[in-house]
């Protein structure tokens, strides 16, 4: 899938802003405060539908028109698939929301979205993977997965909405034990379907994040992912009904795929522990790099792979292998941020990578 022009309108610093794009490499150059970072935000919102800066829609106005309530921002782009042309739209106001077309048809649902036009993101914020809590790790792990499986989507949104509900329902000055016994039974059922499928999902993805992991490596650690459950498939229903007492005296549900973390190791120990910062960096590019490939695999599209500021966060050495490895085939689109051409023209040049530049 290649993203052929952006456009964007009242989003973030951007009051308008048109680019034309296409197959190869293309570098976002300019001062910090340009909007860099908020053109790949722009084009992850279109394939996600969310930012991966910002946890709210409202926060991507322009900040001097946040209070006017007829605001609004509008992203559009025109991608290529093969042979095909297809249009995807985006907008969100106060007044209507967010509204999602694709090739001029509006979605009834966003879910329906997914994997229509991929995108994967390295960026500075990737660092929380390892530093921060397990919400994080879970977001990354269900994004990836919903993008290739509907019906696992469909089962996290099901799933999240009731634990909402349920955990409204245990603060109830005297919940219903029988209303509650029916609320679990529409419950245990998708909780084991979202267990069994990330469970799944690790299986096949551990060979593939592990070899892209030693292609960046200058030492041979064997790194893992380790899915950290509550309860296991084969025994969740029992654990489940165990732990209503003490839900009930929490106040929210305290077991459950919400609850769970997937654990990055290295050589058998934690990696936010023991790892070096060299170490933590190839690790999370390895993950990023992975996820590439088992999407495209999966869903027989190369995402589009948006690079934020990779040349100050990474050293000369893993960016070389980094945007190497973005040009030897496998990618058929990059969209890179830099504050400075110069600096960035020398590297590809050393490389031998044509790119185009766009200033802010």
């Keep these: 899938m290649l993203l052929k022009s952006l456009h964007l309108v009242q989003f973030r610093n951007h ?14 150059v300019g001062p910090n405060g340009c909007g860099k970072t908020n053109v790949l935000d722009a084009v992850h919102y279109l394939s996600m539908t969310k930012s991966f800066l910002q946890s709210s829609d409202q926060a ?3 900040w001097e028109l946040a209070e006017d309530s007829s ?21 969100f106001s106060k007044q209507k929301g967010k509204v999602l077309k694709w090739n001029q048809k509006t979605s009834p649902r966003l879910s329906e979205h997914m994997g229509r036009f ?25 994004a990836l997965i919903s993008q290739y499986d509907s019906l696992y989507l469909d089962s996290l949104i099901r799933y999240n909405r009731a634990i909402l509900q349920r955990n409204a329902f245990l603060k109830s000055d005297r919940p219903d034990l029988a209303y509650l016994q029916v609320m679990d ?31 960046l490596a200058q030492h041979r650690e064997q790194p893992e992912l380790r899915y950290e459950a509550g309860a296991l498939p084969n025994v969740f229903e ?10 009930l005296q929490a106040q929210f549900t305290t077991l459950g795929p919400h609850r769970d973390d997937l654990g990055f190791e290295l050589k058998g120990h934690n990696l936010k522990k023991f790892g070096s910062q060299g170490q933590q960096k190839t690790y999370l590019v390895a993950l990023k790099l992975a996820e590439h490939a088992f999407l495209r695999k999966k869903l027989g599209i190369a ?20 945007l190497s490895w973005a040009s030897s085939g496998e990618v058929e689109q990059v969209l890179l941020t830099d504050t400075g051409e110069q600096k960035v023209a020398e590297v590809l040049k050393h490389l031998d990578i044509a790119a185009r530049f766009h200033e802010l």
Aim: glycine share 6%; with cysteine; aromatic share 10%.
């Design 238 to 247: 029992e654990q489940w009904l165990a732990s209503r007492n003490k839900d």
């Design 118 to 142: 991929p995108t994967v993101v390295i960026a500075p914020q990737d660092g929380s993977l390892v530093s921060g809590g397990g919400d994080g790790r879970r977001r990354f792990l269900d």
């Design 303 to 322: 995402p589009v792979l948006l690079l934020d500021d990779v040349f100050d966060k990474l050293d000369p050495e893993r960016v070389r292998r980094l």
């Design 60 to 62: 991507s106005y322009p």
């Design 185 to 215: 039974e529409q419950i245990v059922p998708l909780a084991m379907r979202i267990l069994a499928c990330r469970i799944e999902f690790i299986d096949v993805f551990m060979p593939v994040f592990q070899s892209y992991y030693q292609q």
């Design 71 to 91: 605001v609004f921002f509008m992203l559009e782009a025109e991608l290529q698939e093969a042979y095909s042309l297809h249009h995807v739209y985006l907008s």
């Design 15 to 28: 009051a308008e802003l048109v680019l034309p794009l296409g197959k190869g490499l293309h570098a976002l």
